[in-house]
């Protein structure tokens, strides 16, 4: 079963998109479910299929991020040899994801250089537009016009 992965996956080789999938298992978490927390072991990477997750950190909390759109990746510290989550996830509203284990991806991965190369940069990507958003969240000032950097 294919599921839209939109930016992560576009353009994507349609077998390399297919055994992706496969590698993944469609899991389900109702509203409140916490995902995971920061501090946690990173095992599991995730894409949104359908739902709400919302990103925290710290204690008290403080919201940095909400998945709303088919294909928004997160987890991605269980792809960079990062040990532990960095932040904690939890479900808004009921919510499908698809769940890779750690192992098993970077496994598939290894096996798909050119196309895993692809997936890391468009990776690397993602995370760069959730860190100008974090800047946003820190620096409220409209920085990008005031050339503040």
Not at 51 to 56: C, F, I, S
Request: charge should be negative; include cysteine; aromatic fraction near 14%.
């Amino acid at each position: 079963m294919l599921i839209d992965q939109g930016e992560l996956l576009w353009g994507m080789d349609f077998l390399f998109t297919k055994d992706f999938m496969a590698v993944s298992a469609k899991v389900h978490f109702e509203k409140g479910t916490v995902i995971f927390r920061e501090g946690d072991k990173a095992d599991y990477f995730y894409t949104l299929v359908e739902g709400r997750v919302g990103l925290t950190i710290g204690e008290p909390a403080k919201e940095i991020y909400i998945f709303d759109k088919a294909g928004e990746a997160f987890g991605w510290s269980s792809l960079v040899d990062r040990n532990y989550y960095s932040a904690s996830s939890e479900c808004l509203e009921p919510s499908d994801l698809l769940q890779f284990e750690k192992k098993s991806l970077n496994e598939f991965l290894l096996k798909n250089v050119d196309s895993a190369l692809i997936f890391y940069k468009r990776l690397a990507g993602m995370l760069g537009n959730r860190l100008i958003q974090c800047y946003k969240l820190i620096y409220p000032l409209n920085w990008l016009q005031t050339g503040a950097r």
